[in-house]
């Protein structure tokens, strides 16, 4: 159950799993995994993504993302990241909670925290407060850090984009920043370094999950979310698969 309150002060009866970590760490393909198997037992799952996951926070992402956009300003890129985040949550993340569903997400706050609160230099305090104020305070459950050395991380990157552009040397302040994060809150993270095999990494997260979930309302025990975990599953996003 999601701890933070929801608009009217009670508590949110969806899970919410976040998944970071540098640049090709494999988090879409364990999200998509995780989605999957938590799919294969009735749950109601969102899989989403950041920069992402509504109409308009995928416009922003085409501009905060494209390449053309070199040198854009860092405090112009940690709008554009919030922005997009506080849409995200707003018409997608908190209602899918509110029902009893399992929300996956791609990365969230923690990213803007890591690349433009630490690696752009612009102060971890400053950009976890405007995105808290952008979420109204929403915070994951379990946050799923994949943990991977910056350089083995951009070498399975493909068609980079703005931000995976960015020097090896940018990419390793992010992935410790990363496992710093982590380290400040080790019962809300679950670090696991990326170079593991995929299904042993896939199942040390579903049992980390399950264990959350056996404290929250199933799809299938909330009368509200009867009729949405019948229905299809519905992905957000297809996010790339090695990344
Ligand atoms: P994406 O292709 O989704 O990267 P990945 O698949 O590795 O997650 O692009 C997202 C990029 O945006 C990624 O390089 C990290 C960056 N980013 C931020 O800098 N701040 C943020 O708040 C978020 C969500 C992403």
Avoid: C
């Avoid at 552009?165 to 400040?184: G, I, K, T, Y």
Wanted: aromatic share 4%; proline share 7%; charged share 25%.
């Amino acid at each position: 159950m999601t701890e933070t309150p929801d608009a009217a002060g009670g508590p949110l009866p969806g899970v919410f799993v976040a998944f970071e970590g540098g640049d090709g760490a494999g988090k879409s393909t364990q999200a998509r995994a995780l989605a999957e198997a938590l799919r294969a037992s009735g749950r109601e799952v969102v899989l989403t993504r950041e920069p992402g996951g509504t109409s308009a926070a995928e416009a922003i992402r085409d501009v905060v993302l494209d390449p053309a956009h070199t040198g854009l300003d860092p405090r112009a890129e940690a709008l554009l990241f919030a922005a997009s985040r506080g849409e995200h949550v707003a018409r997608l993340v908190r209602p899918a909670l509110q029902r009893g569903a399992v929300v996956i997400t791609d990365r969230y706050l923690d990213s803007s925290i890591a690349y433009q609160g630490v690696a752009r230099g612009l102060g971890l305090e400053v950009v976890e407060e405007l995105n808290l104020w952008a979420t109204r305070d929403l915070l994951p459950d379990l946050t799923v850090v994949l943990d991977v050395d910056a350089g083995h991380g951009l070498a399975r990157v493909t068609d980079p984009n703005r931000l995976e552009d960015e020097p090896e040397s940018f990419h390793a302040v992010v992935v410790q920043a990363f496992r710093d994060l982590a380290a400040r809150d080790p019962q809300r993270y679950l670090v696991i370094p990326a170079s593991g095999d995929r299904d042993a990494i896939a199942a040390q997260v579903l049992a980390r999950v399950e264990q959350l979930l056996d404290r929250a309302p199933t799809a299938q025990t909330d009368p509200v979310a009867v009729s949405s975990a019948a229905a299809p599953p519905h992905d957000q996003s297809e996010p790339g698969a090695a990344t």
